[in-house]
């Protein structure tokens, strides 16, 4: 059974830092691209971050200089390095990749004040 478990999400105030975590299990993680996805309250889906297998990342311009994507092939483990967090960053975000697109069950990361 694939799966991808986030963790890391909660509530913070403006210019707050969060990191996010998505362990992967059932499936290949090193040498596969992954990436983090969020969904803000009343909006679609937006792409956030995607690494590959030589750990090359790109960013939505929304999120450059703010935020930063790791990932540790050892322990299969996806990272969100959120710092400088404002009320538009708050949503639901997900891990998702790998061979089949597999999602996780998402964590809720509120900014407010």
């Known amino acids: 059974e694939v799966q991808l478990v986030e963790s890391g999400g909660g509530l913070v105030q403006p210019g707050g830092s969060l990191r996010l975590s998505c362990v992967v299990s059932?499936?290949?993680?090193?040498?596969?691209?992954w990436s983090w996805v969020r969904q803000a309250p009343g909006k679609g889906l937006e792409w956030v971050s995607r690494?590959?297998?030589?750990?090359?990342?790109k960013y939505v311009d929304s999120v450059k200089g703010r935020f930063t994507t790791s990932r540790d092939d050892a322990e299969n483990t996806l990272y969100l390095q959120m710092n400088s967090l404002n009320l538009e960053d708050t949503a639901v975000y997900y891990c998702?990749?790998?061979?089949?697109?597999?999602w996780g069950q998402g964590t809720q990361v509120t900014v407010s004040s």
């Open positions: 690494i590959n297998g030589g750990r090359n990342v």
């Open positions: 998702y990749g790998g061979v089949m697109g597999y």
């Open positions: 059932g499936t290949t993680f090193s040498g596969d691209p």
